[in-house]
């Protein structure tokens, strides 16, 4: 985002992208509950597996295990969670930037480089989990056409993985502002409006995980 | 010439961290919400490995009361949502609530929620 | 005095001071009224487009076996009317006012995002083209307006169609989702000291209550669009009811959005009417509270009533009953509205101008519409009526005797601020005269035609039915409205030259879009005006009055009052582009979506990394 906007009349003090961003979120709510919802309509429907929790043979003798591997994706939302931890700490290394740091610890805390770094790393080795995922499932022999559960599944969190890799970007690019120029208290707005984003993809995930991988 | 005469005194919360807020949670409160996210997702795929907890009636309602509570948890404390002024938590909770109910409905008219009147 | 900076900024933008003239200068506008304008040419033309659509079924169908069309071209008229007419016509025409108003309603200088407001524009213009050229080809989409499956599955379906259909849908729910975060913002963040919510005039409020429909709408048509675009393209098997799929969920996402989508079609044009109503009535609104709290209560409940477009499939008794009570419920809200209109013409001082005819105009024939809708609510009664011209005619009713009327209304009330001249009011006469009469010629027999069993889209029909004096007469209407809108467009074209000069209150109008000049300055307001009352001309402090004093001067320029406007840029027109292009790759070529995207992305950047405005202090 361009430099930080300049002093102009609002009726609430408030900052007119932040408001945006909160009405952007909740349009999203209305997003993923449709995909979600349609997850969920067709869970158990599928005529042929693979299936997520069950296991199938089918009509050629082909067996297939219950295809979703709970442990690997426990991994995955544990990186997602941990990276809003980071997120936040981004944030708050460039609020606090001109304060002074006296210790060792504080300056670690008070590093943005080192926590947007980290956050875009988490969120990219999720994407590296899901992109393994993807893979091995589709060796598996599950694929967007197999059946409903692939194509609802595929694109629930294909869609939630692209909403990633446009906050990954976002991330480095506010990285690259901040090699180029330095972020400051100035930017607290265009950081926190890209936490909130990246928060709010996490909170997805969190139901996500809960009704595709952990509810049978 | 006229300059906006409310222009001083209005002006966007730029240059002030979160200008609106009326209080910071600190690193003890980030570091505090990290590690319930990280207990409760090990509570739940711990239950997940208990076959008699999953094919109990308890195991739904105890896994979306948990991931709701971790929802809530992100929601107010790293979105600021509890800090900041309540015009945000009208623009999340107005979708939220119309999400939620049209979730509900749509699993109603699937099928894949049935609510049972009476005995049986 | 503040100077105008030299421009920092890392592109070749112009400076406000001296924007780019002509058509450059149109293209790289991000000026709200311009926009506004922009929105209004565009979707005026396709308003006549559509109509011509609608024209060539009514000759088709003015006998029994017409032989004016194939069955196949029937199926690609009906379609596009549908669509260009809500999604390119009646939409846009409600964003021209959107655009043109809502900041000079509220105080505002422009809207919060103005370069985000002319991406939207650019995007419409661009998916309207889109999915419009195609009909010139005859492969216009043609599985109706709404497109169920499993019709328009690749199966039934497997031209390219519906894939225009459905990619150009996913663009302009760009357009409109945009358009909506950005006014969200601008109505809770720029609005004048003063101007409280319950003070703000009720365009503005109605047209709020539209942003958070859109918002929450349009995310779920986009699923229901990927779905059918992936099933076409992907083999992904959400409608393919051999695997299991239901065939109800296209249905049930399309109208979760669909019936938000009709409130969102109404209410700006209930809008217009409660600013025109109270003006030529000399009464402030009647009940202005009532009407903010009854269009907050259609916007909501609006959402809970969608599977009454479902009745006759079968969802069973409970969820027939459920929706069959919170349609008749939101009848309720609909309702106080006409009354408070007429609440609010009871004993004032009438005058007769265009505007008000058509205002009063939507409120007879909403209500007739509004009728006809309530007996659609029971799901028995609808069994009858559902998929038959009794249908028709209750949505013409009201989305022509409705939406378009208000729209009329305001076009008739704004044109003096937009364009420093009256239409005429001669020829406005005639206008409404002729296009009430020929309204309800084309759509009142529809009720009996539809009684007596006529289907929706038959492209022919045999004679002794019953139906065959009912078409005529609406085909005859159709011709006669043809007339009339030929004569509106001749009184717009003929007064932005010709028309009488207006001064900045032509009507002795109360709120704040009339204080200042017509036509509207760039900077709109010269000093952000105190709000103290709702109609700031008509009551208010001597403080309200100064400031609108102050803003009513004209010839004053943006450098001589130290008012700062954003550059002038044409990345907004690019990264609009850049996006239609790379869904044109979809059904062209993958080199065209990469192209696209390249460009869209770099284009992304250069917008977001260069300054909205020059420097100052």
Known sequence: MSAPAAHHYTTTGLDSRKIAIWAFIGSECMLFISLISTYLIYKGRSIVGPFPHEEWTSPDGRHFEPILDILVTSASTFVLLMSSLAMVLALSAVQNKNLPKRTRGERILGSSKLWLWMTALLGATFLGFQAYEFTSFVHEGLTLSTNLFGSSFFTLTGFHGAHVTAGVIWLVSLLAIDYRRGLGPADALNVDIAALYWHFVDVVWIVIFTVVYLIQ | ?120 | MATTAVPTSISSDSMPSDPYSGIWGWITTVDHKRIGILYLYTALSFFIIGGLEAVVIRAQLQGPNGQLVSAEMYNQLFTMHGTTMVFLAIMPLSAAFFNFLIPLQIGARDVAFPRLNAFSYWVYLFGGIFITVPIFFQLAPDGGWFGYTPLTTRAYSPGINIDFWVIGLQILGVSSLAAAFNFITTIINLRAPGMTLMRMPMFTWMSFVVQFLVILAFPVITVALVFLLFDRFFGTQFYAVAAGADPLLWQHLFWIFGHPEVYILILPAFGLVSEVLPTFSRKPLFGYPVMVYSGILIGVLGFGVWAHHMFAVGMGAIADSIFAVSTMLIAIPTGVKIFNWIGTMWQGQLRFTSAMKFAIGLVALFTIGGISGVMHSSPPADLQQTDTYFIVAHFHYVLFGGSIMGIFAGIYYYFPKMTGRMMSERLGNVHFWLNFIAMNLTFFPMHFSGMLGMPRRIYTYDSGQGWDTFNLISSIGAYMLVLATAIFLYNFFMSRKRGEVAGSNPWGAGTLEWTIPSPVPEYNFAVLPTITSRYPLWEGTEEAAESARINSQEGKTSEELGIVLPYSTVKPMIVALAMVIMFCGLITTMALTFLGAAIMVLALYSWLLSPLEPEHH
Do not use: C, N
Request: net charge neutral; hydrophobic share 55%; no cysteine.
């Open chain 2, 1 to 120: 010439m006229a300059h906006d005469p409310a222009h001083t005194e209005h002006a966007a919360a730029d240059g002030h961290a979160g200008g609106e807020d009326q209080h910071h949670p600190g690193w003890s409160t980030y570091w505090k919400v990290a590690v319930i996210l990280t207990v409760i997702t090990i509570w739940e795929v711990w239950a997940y490995y208990i076959p008699s907890l999953v094919a109990s009636r308890i195991f739904v309602p105890m896994l979306l009361i948990l991931s709701g509570l971790k929802f809530v948890i992100v929601v107010m404390f790293y979105m600021h949502l509890k800090y900041d002024h309540k015009l945000f938590r009208a623009l999340f909770t107005g979708p939220l609530l119309i999400a939620a109910l049209t979730g509900i409905a749509l699993l109603f008219l699937f099928g894949q929620l049935v609510a049972r009147f009476g005995p049986g």
